[in-house]
């Protein structure tokens, strides 16, 4: 054996169901903690030319994508897992589907595992563990001296160390022969895995115990908001969402996408966007990469007074004319997008809250229907203007500072109303003005209000940076400047209070729909 040539197994192939709808549309692997996603941790703890088996099932295909495009430099052999929910399901399973890669000492560690303590090559054999209670939701072992003399399954009392998924497999034969031998007993058991084997191994002496300081588990909803406090950058603070991910690694951004249509979209509009936004250097299926932009989260530092020169920049490089399109057509694909969108959005919310559309007094307003604010809404105003190049989520944490006056763009929107290269700037601009009102730092702290009393009494408030204030009166200063319509950015910035709604957690998703709706009706009427 080349002891400089260490060789780990990886386990990716499980559904990941303790983590609930994280793991609905990505691989338990792929969960982000800190600015990377859980695997990358493992990864980058062992040394440059080590060698990575990795069993690939459940969404198993953006794993194998994640690691070839992250970790190009890295040494991958990849095992599919045919059998990875269900009845003939299991960790153990799992493992010996890897069994003819594996034919020399190795280390299993689980994919749900991250620690920064110096992980030892299986010069003998070795079970990692910590010290600490947990013992009713993790297995744990008992040792003597140095040795591990009993495994426990989750619910042992007595124990003195957690079993956190990292063990060192000198004798590999031993290993696979036991795993074969439970395997061949228990085939239908969903539930064994290395414990098991494991647990028949300590009794014969086999194996001694490593005890790591630090460890992190992200395989149940509670360890995983602790590990993501824990291991946060300051730096790197993006809204998470069910379908897409973003991660930083290695001096790289790596967006993931669920639909892969959408991806392929975003790398479609990179041709229309130019020198707006980065240059993609790698692309596959469901990510896409590109070099980690240098400057400032412009929502960490716009102010009166650099904010003008946004707008500026916006005007002369983002917002310009990209081509031809037929104005009637322009017209049908700003409807879709700004009313049929909206009425869709509606009827989610409303189902969702099992809510009746009716009049009500918001911040002692008198507010009618949602449905009689949209008749009253001038069509012609909201869907004539003429097409230009957009972004579509212009919004202060999409926008990078490089310079005094220069700004590269991030997250752009795919398409607008299902066009990729003509949009409506108002659209942009109204993006804008709402998040001078709705920012991530007021939602993340909580800082908004919303109570309903008897009689359909609502009142909305939120709390807001006063920098941010003075830049949405230099904004709507602006738009009159320039005579741009004032009116149908207020509109559209309620429009897309109302549209956020049903995609947001209770009770964010009510404050976000009455802000709406006071504001269409304010705006309606001004």
């Not at 040494?75 to 153990?92: P, Q, R």
């Not at 010996?96 to 620690?115: G, M, R, V, W």
């Not at 647990?199 to 149940?220: C, M, T």
């Amino acid at each position: 054996m080349n002891k400089n040539s260490l060789k780990v197994l990886i386990t990716t192939s499980g559904v990941g169901s303790r983590l609930g709808e994280i793991t609905k549309y990505m691989n338990k692997a792929l969960v982000r903690v800190g600015p990377k996603p859980v695997i990358s941790h493992i990864i980058e703890s062992y040394p440059q030319n080590t060698r990575y088996v990795i069993t690939l099932g459940y969404l198993g295909k953006n794993v194998r994508e994640y690691l070839e495009m992250a970790h190009a430099n890295r040494i991958f052999e990849f095992v599919s897992v045919d059998k990875y929910e269900g009845e003939g399901s299991s960790l153990l399973y799992s493992m010996l589907q890897a069994k003819s890669n594996l034919n020399e000492p190795f280390i299993y560690h689980a994919c749900d595992t991250i620690t920064d303590s110096q992980i030892t090559h299986p010069d003998c054999n070795w079970i990692g563990g910590v010290r600490g209670g947990g013992s009713s939701v993790y297995a744990s072992f008992s040792t003597l001296g140095s040795r591990v003399t009993e495994m426990h399954q989750k619910g042992f009392s007595d124990s003195d160390y957690l079993h956190i998924g990292l063990v060192g497999i000198k004798d590999f034969k031993g290993f696979w022969l036991k795993a074969d031998e439970i395997y061949e007993t228990r085939c239908k058991d969903t539930t064994i895995g290395d414990v098991e084997v494991l647990a028949g191994l300590v009794r014969l002496g086999h194996y001694n115990v490593v005890e790591l300081k630090s460890w992190f588990d992200i395989g149940n909803l509670d360890s995983l908001s602790r590990a993501r406090i824990a291991l946060s950058d300051g730096n790197f603070h993006v809204l998470d969402k069910l379908a897409e991910s973003i991660y930083k690694v290695d001096g790289s951004i790596i967006k993931f996408f669920s639909d892969s249509e959408v991806l392929k979209n975003r790398v479609k509009r990179v041709e229309y966007l130019n020198d707006t936004v980065p240059r993609i250097d790698s692309v596959s299926e469901n990510l896409y990469k590109y070099r980690y932009i240098d400057g400032m989260l412009f929502s960490k530092v716009a102010n009166p007074s650099n904010f003008l020169s946004l707008l500026e920049w916006a005007e002369k490089y983002l917002w310009i004319k990209t081509g031809e399109i037929e104005a009637e057509k322009f017209k049908e694909i700003c409807f879709r997008f700004y009313i049929t969108k909206t009425e869709q959005r509606l009827y989610e919310f409303l189902t969702k809250k099992n809510f009746s559309d009716k009049a009500e007094m918001i911040n002692g307003r008198s507010v009618s229907t949602i449905t009689d604010l949209l008749k009253k809404i001038d069509l012609k105003r909201l869907c004539g203007d003429p097409a230009s190049n957009f972004h579509g989520d212009f919004i202060l944490d999409n926008v990078i500072q490089t310079g005094d006056s220069t700004f590269k763009l991030i997250d752009w929107r795919q398409d607008f109303g299902g066009d990729l290269q003509f949009g409506d700037k108002y659209y942009d601009l109204a993006k804008l003005a709402h998040n001078l009102v709705v920012n991530h730092e007021m939602v993340d702290e909580n800082n908004y209000s919303i109570t309903i009393d008897s009689g359909d009494v609502i009142n909305i408030n939120i709390h807001r940076f006063q920098s941010l204030v003075e830049c949405e009166d230099i904004l709507f200063k602006y738009l009159r400047r320039c005579n741009l319509d004032v009116k149908k950015v207020r509109i559209l910035r309620a429009l897309i209070w109302i549209n956020m709604a049903p995609l947001h957690h209770h009770p964010f998703d009510l404050f976000l729909f009455y802000l709406g709706k006071y504001n269409l009706a304010s705006a309606i009427e001004c």
